[in-house]
């Protein structure tokens, strides 16, 4: 559910999971686990590999299991794939096996594009990645010849520094490739949480209004105040990455905080704990006790899932509908009626207060049928998608713009928002934190099948619990040599900002000089050591790099 503030992902798919299973020739999935972290989806995967006899090719550092169904595994160093991206492109261009009449009739800036690929030659680039020039040729005639070929990538594209470029590289090889707005196609961002679309849809990030209305608009800021009788001024605000650590610059006093746990999931806890212990006031909306419900002046209790009606979008942009199965246990209440409460007691406080001008405005909701009819009127792609329709079953992907549109299952089949494609030349950049004598390995973070972020959740759950009971960091068998491990299991990994005690898993799913930890449990979680470095753009961390050592714990 979490954190209507979190904005972790990029933009939703281009085209719909169905779409790319059934039609795409080949899959470049760069940066997903998929088979573990979207195991539904990965199942496509696999039987469109197994079955209809799609290629596919990964690049991951780590061996995941989706690799097992590879025809190819480029396994570049983390934080090295705009030199990974640009020489598959070098090779393509070399071999003239881009789509000429795409690039010509629906793309501009080409020229520039093309000199600023000319230096990532296939030995340059296996120099920077690791991965061998032989491989890469391979991987550029599959992504070449089959068409289309479908992108898909999730955090390990996204967070780095160069989160943004990451992503513009891998737009400019679907252009070239002629692989935009095709069946099959595509640039597929592979969203995390299950409404964290619809979030971002709904304007939970500091620039825009739902359905991306700019909140520096003076027209949408009317707009909107008129519809709720009060509403923030026209400057961007801050991302959740920029908030907490406000606190200790003195810009951020309070904090409403919504399932969100950021005392597990952000950057550098330690740094994370003074700036919450700082704090004025906290409140924390949860369903459970949380690390970070400790710090919290104020607790409202939420409704889980299973206790609420009401829709989530998902990564293909499909609002999906849930029924409240049980009665909120204890005290919960939906969210939602907790939010418009909580806000009609802000208002009778503000005395500039706009009395409600539009019809049915305000925040006296009786259902979140009431909530998506002002939806409708609000946000325009959302106009056409009501409860009575997905009730009948129908299955609405936005932009909806009415009742009788039938939503928009393939975006930019005819062109993009922007009108023309722009190429966009995209720059190799080394990751914030290099290793050195101190810190010599590389310790990459991210979720195990098992367990879901911080774990308030799953560690609630006994039999997940039984199936994986305490968190493991994978550690390659020449490291745990090198480290004199013999037989003991247990390692401290030592950042720059902390130190953690952990299960050593030794397994060449790591190679050489890397580890792999996740942050779902509290007495060894990876954010003790990860870094606040953030994507200029999209503030997003670098949670997937940072510098560490690894030696026998005790
Ligand atoms: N079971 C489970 N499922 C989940 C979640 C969960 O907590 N548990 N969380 C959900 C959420 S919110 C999200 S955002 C998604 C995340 O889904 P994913 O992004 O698929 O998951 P991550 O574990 O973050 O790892 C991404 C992959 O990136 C690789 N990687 C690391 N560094 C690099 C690099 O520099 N380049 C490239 N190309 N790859 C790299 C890692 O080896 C890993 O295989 O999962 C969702 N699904
Ligand atoms: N090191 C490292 N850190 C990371 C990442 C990484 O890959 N590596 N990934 C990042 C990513 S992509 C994400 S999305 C974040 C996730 O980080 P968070 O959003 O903080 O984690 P969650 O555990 O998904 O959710 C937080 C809380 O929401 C509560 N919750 C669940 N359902 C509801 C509900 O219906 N209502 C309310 N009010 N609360 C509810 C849960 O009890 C839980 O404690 O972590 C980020 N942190
Ligand atoms: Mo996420």
């Avoid at 470029?165 to 299950?194: D, F, H, I």
């Avoid at 008129?226 to 200790?248: D, N, Q, R």
């Avoid at 597990?264 to 949860?286: A, G, K, W, Y």
Wanted: hydrophobic share 40%.
């Amino acid at each position: 559910m979490a954190g209507l503030a979190a904005s972790f992902g990029s933009g939703a798919m281009s085209n719909s999971m169905d779409d790319v299973a059934k039609h795409a020739q080949a899959f470049f999935v760069i940066g997903s686990n998929t088979t573990e972290q979207h195991p539904v989806f990965g199942t496509m995967i696999r039987h469109a590999v197994r079955y209809r006899g799609a290629q596919l090719v990964v690049a991951d550092p780590r061996r995941i299991d989706l690799v097992d169904f590879a025809t190819l595994h480029l396994r570049h160093r983390p934080g090295t794939d705009i030199a990974l991206i640009n020489g598959l492109m070098h090779i393509v261009l070399e071999r003239g096996w881009q789509d000429q009449e795409f690039i010509e009739t629906r793309t501009e800036f080409f020229e520039v594009f093309i000199s600023s690929i000319q230096d990532y030659t296939p030995p340059k680039v296996e120099e920077i990645t690791g991965v061998p020039a032989s491989l890469l040729h391979e991987a550029a005639k599959i992504l070449a010849s089959c068409k289309p070929t479908a992108v898909m990538w999730a955090m390990g594209i996204t967070q780095h520094i160069v989160g943004v470029r990451n992503v513009m590289a891998l737009a400019n090889l679907q252009m070239l490739l002629g692989n935009m707005g095709k069946p099959g196609g595509g640039v597929n961002p592979l969203r995390g949480q299950n409404n964290v679309q619809g979030a971002c849809d709904m304007g939970g990030l500091p620039n825009v209004y739902p359905a991306y209305q700019p909140v520096s608009s003076e027209e949408n800021r009317e707009k909107f105040l008129k519809a709720w009788g009060a509403t923030s001024s026209t400057s961007v605000g801050l991302t959740v990455t920029e908030m907490i650590p406000g606190v200790l610059e003195g810009k951020i006093h309070a904090l409403y905080v919504l399932g969100e746990d950021p005392l597990m999931s952000d950057p550098d806890t330690n740094h994370i704990r003074r700036c919450i212990e700082s704090l004025d006031f906290l409140v924390l909306q949860e369903i459970f006790p949380s690390e970070t419900s400790i710090y919290a002046d104020v607790l409202l209790p939420g409704a889980s899932f299973a206790e609420k009606t009401g829709t989530f979008t998902n990564t293909e942009r499909r609002v999906q509908m849930v029924h409240q199965a049980i009665d909120p246990l204890g005290e919960a209440r939906p969210d939602w009626w907790i939010i418009a409460q909580v806000a009609e007691r802000i208002l009778e406080r503000i005395p500039e207060r706009i009395q409600n001008e539009a019809p049915n405005a305000g925040w006296n909701y009786s259902s979140t049928s009431d909530i998506l009819s002002e939806i409708n009127t609000l946000a325009p792609s959302y106009g056409g998608i009501t409860h009575t329709r997905l009730e009948r079953g129908e299955r609405l992907q936005w932009p909806c713009p009415n009742s009788d549109h039938p939503g928009t299952p393939i975006l930019h089949t005819r062109e993009f928002t922007r009108g023309k494609g722009k190429f966009m030349p995209i720059e190799h950049i080394p990751p914030a934190e290099k290793p050195d004598e101190e810190f010599p390995m590389v310790m990459s973070t991210g979720r195990v099948l098992y367990h879901w972020h911080g774990g308030q959740m799953t560690r609630r759950a006994k039999g997940l619990m039984q199936v994986y009971g305490e968190s493991l960091v994978e550690l390659n068998p020449e490291d745990a040599r090198r480290i004199g491990i013999n037989g003991k299991t247990r390692v401290r990994i030592t950042s720059r900002r902390g130190s953690i005690e952990a299960k050593a898993w030794i397994t060449d799913r790591v190679p050489p000089g890397m580890v792999y930890a996740n942050f779902h449990f509290p007495e060894a979680s990876a954010n003790e050591l990860t870094h606040a470095s953030l994507d200029p753009v999209a503030k997003i961390p670098e949670y997937k790099i940072t510098a560490v050592r690894v030696e026998l714990a005790g």
